[in-house]
């Protein structure tokens, strides 16, 4: 699953919070970790054994050949057969038949399930997923003894595990072939997962209704009774009935269609591919598309409602360009003859990988040349190869269980990269890769972060799991593999892994054997020597006393290297010494909150290095807790983590330091943009953990006054503005307004040579697009002139004034402030001419000092006909950074709580991001035991959730961070201000 990104870099400079959990467009959200072990203690057990209700006793069956038999009616009494939330393997499916009738004006639909199963231990009953389905019949089909006969099933249900069992009157036997049929109805839902109701309105006003699907990861069994855990894999035949002026979409393509009646069709799509249930989509529509054919012939479409049909060539473009290159890449064509992406007007997260037919938010797909941002450009491309690199990793090759989703995600996200860089090399895409290494480590120098493979049970843990973890770090920790190991080799490790588990699932253990076994080259070479010999082990040249260099029977284990990363939670600080030649190494659990590392966690840390006498990338494998490592001679400074590509940060002992901010004031072009970003990161996570006073990490920042680039620029912002973010909220008046003129006055050339226009590369515009709204909303005045100006243009010509892309936000967050321009911004938004600037105008309405507006904004968020629900979650969080807004948003937010549970679904990023969002710049005591209250009282499944520890835990990190840091920075101010 793609997540949900914002609609422009520029917020997360704007409004971005302290610990960064602001979206960004090249960030898609944030939460944590799974529930302790006591989970279902025996009380509960007993409890949820209590609340099995049975609710069906089907006795009707219908004799094929021989004999009636009744089923074993019961009423009310018996048991039900099963006390597991992960289902019995006791049958397998292998085929789903499906029949599926919606109707879209009395939105409930009608179902029939088929499914094929064979009996792997004998059982008489068969448990299966169901979730809010009404079963209206069910009947199991076989051979009886030597009779083919059709006989009732009774049904029970579980209601909080969400199954279902059908007993069947006598055992089923092993090695045996059975169809059970389903006969079910149900309510289109109301919310945004199973089969789902969505509407729009087209350009003449009328409102339309569509019904589309969204399974991953539990919701499948809420469209038809299944096996709803991604190793039961089967294949699917899917029949659609639609009324003649719609259309279905499925998985597979089209085969047949057969009038019913005058007014009804029954579209019947061709078999599938064996894959998981929640890979299952169906989409009935009014939908119009486009296509094109890849170089090997798979027909490529993009959906849209038909208004927004224009805005769907980008798309086409760059996801048959991508499918090329995957295909390609992989050396494993894409299985299925056609891939569908499809827009679908209210979507919760980002975009979903259904095979064959992939689907998007709008915003994540639709690309209008005239009207839309540099950074929408950027991250449509990025959604795309991500949703297509699933159909290998994820489709093709599926985790076990969700335990290991990082094997879907953490690949999807690290492939948005490495396809992206290749098919649209003009994005620059690679640039931008630290970021998610940074918004990563956020979250997992908590506390409550987990390991990347973490069990998980239920489904509210299961939403869980697609947090920061799984999806950053997992990308992160594979480009740091790749970097060890070198692209081919890597390369290589994936196409066997990908080739061996076609078809099936995996598990962590399955990717590491797959690599291990095809590293039989020498990694990236390393500083003491290796070399590569003709039986095709790397060995060392030289002895050396120490145990971290690589040698023949050591160098290669990738497991061993990569279970340190993927089994344990966190990341190492690596602390350099340099004394003479000698650089002595330590490394420690980095985590917030605790200024020593008492985890006793120990990383294999492939570090990388630069020095003032070679800018030659050396290599060095830390594998203990501590170690030396000889220079050939002395350097005035050396910078570790190169172009930030390992996962891990870096303390420089004694003036290791001062020698880099040396560096940086002198001359900053000597070390690459990344590794400046990366030393602003890492100076400013120092002093959290007080290795460093704040007065170092704001002395390194000076230089930012002769920086240009974009993520130093960038990395230099999320620093530095989420500190007076903090004091905003909190009576700070005085030093907040200097450290707003601090940074102003840093950025402030930068922000001058801006031109107002799209001119430039993709990084110049999303450069100049956050710093005028930086600027603007920070009201330096000549920015704040200049938007004026333009605002007042655009509104005298109702308009139709053109405003150049890129500046358009600032423009909208000036013109916002008072009530009539507010007014004016909003009359617009409805409008089809402004559709893709929807999400723009959502924020800067969101910046308005008015408390009114913001309130009225936050309820027709809810009511979801003007505003759309799927956007609520973001302008919460908007409203939440106001100064003026955030207690109207904590308020709102808790008022509304089992509103959004019930639309977004406990355990949902959707929910994480408007909590952590809304609190993480919370930083007093009252605050915190605001907090800590409303969640508890909650009931357990909501007071348990890893955002609420995470949330938690910010406010106490924030607490504690002012508390050490804010005289120091008022008094280190009063000394640099006039820099
Ligand atoms: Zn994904």
Not at 144 to 158: A, D, F
Not at 437 to 452: G, K, R, T, W, Y
Not at 642 to 656: A, F, L, R, T, W
Request: net charge negative; hydrophobic share 40%.
């Amino acid at each position: 699953m793609g997540r949900r990104g914002s609609a422009a870099a520029w917020w997360r400079q704007a409004e971005s919070s302290r610990r960064r959990q602001s979206p960004s467009c090249f960030r898609f959200h944030s939460d944590c970790r799974a529930r302790g072990k006591g989970f279902l203690s025996s009380a509960r057990q007993q409890m949820m054994m209590m609340m099995i209700i049975i609710i069906g006793i089907l006795s009707l069956t219908v004799s094929v050949a021989s004999e009636m038999t009744s089923s074993p009616s019961g009423n009310g009494s018996k048991p039900f057969p099963w006390n597991k939330m992960r289902l019995p393997k006791h049958v397998f499916p292998v085929h789903y038949d499906l029949l599926i009738h919606p109707n879209l004006t009395t939105l409930t639909f009608t179902g029939l399930a088929k499914i094929e199963i064979i009996v792997n231990q004998e059982t008489s009953s068969v448990i299966m997923h169901n979730k809010h389905l009404q079963i209206l019949k069910a009947t199991i089909e076989g051979r009886m003894g030597t009779i083919q006969t059709v006989r009732g099933m009774m049904v029970l249900e579980h209601l909080s595990f969400e199954q279902i069992a059908l007993l069947a009157a006598e055992p089923l036997h092993v090695g045996q072939n059975y169809t059970v049929n389903i006969e079910y109805s149900a309510n289109l839902s109301e919310s945004f997962h199973g089969f789902y109701k969505s509407t729009y309105r087209t350009k003449e006003g009328d409102m339309r209704v569509l019904a589309s699907t969204q399974f991953e990861p539990t919701f499948a069994r809420a469209a038809f009774p299944c096996f709803d855990e991604p190793a039961f894999k089967a294949q699917f035949s899917i029949k659609i009935r639609r009324e003649l002026n719609q259309l279905a979409l499925s998985n597979m393509p089209l085969v047949k269609s057969v009038n019913i009646t005058d007014w009804l069709i029954e579209d019947h799509f061709d078999i599938s591919v064996k894959m998981s249930t929640y890979l299952v989509a169906f989409i009935v529509s009014d939908f119009k598309s486009i296509s094109k054919m890849t170089t090997r012939g798979v027909k490529v479409s993009v959906y849209t409602v038909p208004d927004k049909i224009n805005q769907a060539d980008y798309a086409l473009d760059a996801a048959v360009k991508l499918l090329d290159f995957y295909e390609d890449y992989f050396s494993i064509p894409y299985p299925l003859p056609k891939q569908d992406l499809a827009a679908i007007p209210d979507f919760q997260s980002g975009a979903m990988e259904n095979w064959g037919l992939t689907t998007y938010r709008e915003s994540a797909l639709l690309y209008d040349p005239e009207k839309s941002t540099a950074s929408a450009k950027l991250w449509i491309t990025m959604i795309i190869a991500h949703e297509l690199a699933h159909q290998w990793f994820g489709n093709l090759v599926t985790m076990e269980w969700w335990n290991d989703l990082w094997l879907n995600e953490g690949f999807a996200k690290f492939m948005e990269y490495v396809s992206v860089s290749i098919t649209h090399p003009d994005l620059k895409v690679e640039d931008y890769f630290l970021d998610k290494c940074f918004d990563a480590m956020e979250v997992d120098a908590l506390n409550s972060s987990h390991p990347i493979s973490t069990p998980v049970e239920d489904p509210a843990q299961i939403q869980e799991m697609f947090d920061d973890v799984s999806y950053e770090k997992g990308a992160c920790i594979l480009n740091m593999l790749r970097e060890y190991l070198n692209p081919d080799v890597f390369k290589a490790g994936l196409v066997k892994y990908l080739t061996e588990f076609s078809y099936q699932n995996t598990k962590n253990e399955d990717l590491w054997n797959s690599m291990n076994t095809n590293t039989n080259i020498c990694p990236t070479g390393d500083t003491q020597g290796s070399q590569q010999h003709n039986d095709g082990f790397c060995t060392r040249s030289q002895e050396t006393s120490s145990s971290s260099h690589w040698t023949r029977s050591e160098t290669f284990d990738v497991k061993t290297i990569m279970n340190t990363w993927t089994l344990q939670k966190g990341f190492p600080l690596i602390t350099v010494t340099v004394k003479g030649k000698n650089v002595h190494l330590q490394q420690e659990h980095y985590m917030k909150g605790s200024e020593s590392s008492t985890t006793g966690y120990l990383w294999h840390v492939p570090l990388t290095y630069i020095t003032s006498k070679s800018d030659i990338t050396q290599r060095f494998l830390l594998r203990t807790k501590a170690d030396v490592l000889i220079l050939p001679e002395e350097v005035e400074w050396i910078k570790f983590n190169v172009g930030m590509n390992g996962y891990y940060i870096v303390h420089y002992e004694d003036d290791g330091w001062d020698a880099l901010i040396r560096l940086l004031k002198e001359n900053h072009t000597a070390i690459g943009s990344n590794d400046r970003a990366n030393l602003i990161n890492n100076v400013f996570q120092l002093v959290s953990v007080k290795k460093l006073s704040i007065a170092k990490a704001l002395d390194l920042s000076l230089y930012l006054q002769h920086e240009s680039q974009i993520m130093p620029v960038f990395q230099g912002m999320n620093e530095l503005i989420p500190m007076y973010k903090l004091m905003e909220k909190r009576d700070m008046d005085d030093v907040e307004n200097q450290l707003k003129g601090y940074i102003v006055n840093l950025f402030k050339n930068l922000i001058d040579k801006q031109s107002w226009n799209d001119e430039g590369s993709l990084s110049e515009r999303m450069l100049r697009s956050s710093l005028l709204v930086f600027a603007c909303v920070r009201k330096y005045q000549p920015c704040v002139d200049k938007a004026e100006e333009y605002f007042t243009k655009w509104k005298e010509s109702n308009g139709t004034f053109r405003l150049p892309n890129d500046v358009k936000f600032a423009v909208y967050a000036v013109g916002a402030q008072t009530v009539k321009g507010w007014d004016f911004l909003f009359s617009k938004y409805e409008l089809p001419a402004f559709n893709t600037e929807k999400n723009l105008i959502e924020a800067a309405l969101a910046i308005s000092r008015n408390k009114e507006k913001l309130q009225w904004l936050m309820d027709q968020g809810l009511l979801g006909d003007t505003i759309k629900t799927q956007d609520l979650p973001h302008i919460i969080v908007y409203i939440g950074k106001n100064p003026s807004g955030y207690q109207l948003a904590w308020k709102f937010l808790k008022e509304n709580w089992h509103k959004f549970v019930q639309k977004f679904e406990l355990g949902s990023r959707s929910l994480a991001h408007m909590v952590m969002g809304v609190t993480n710049q919370y930083s007093t005591r009252t605050q915190l035991a605001e907090v800590k209250e409303f969640f508890s009282s909650l009931e357990e499944r909501s007071s348990q959730l890893r955002f609420v520890q995470q949330a938690v835990e910010t406010i106490e990190e924030n607490i504690r961070w002012m508390d050490i840091n804010f005289e120091k920075i008022k008094m280190w101010l009063q000394t640099n201000s006039n820099m």
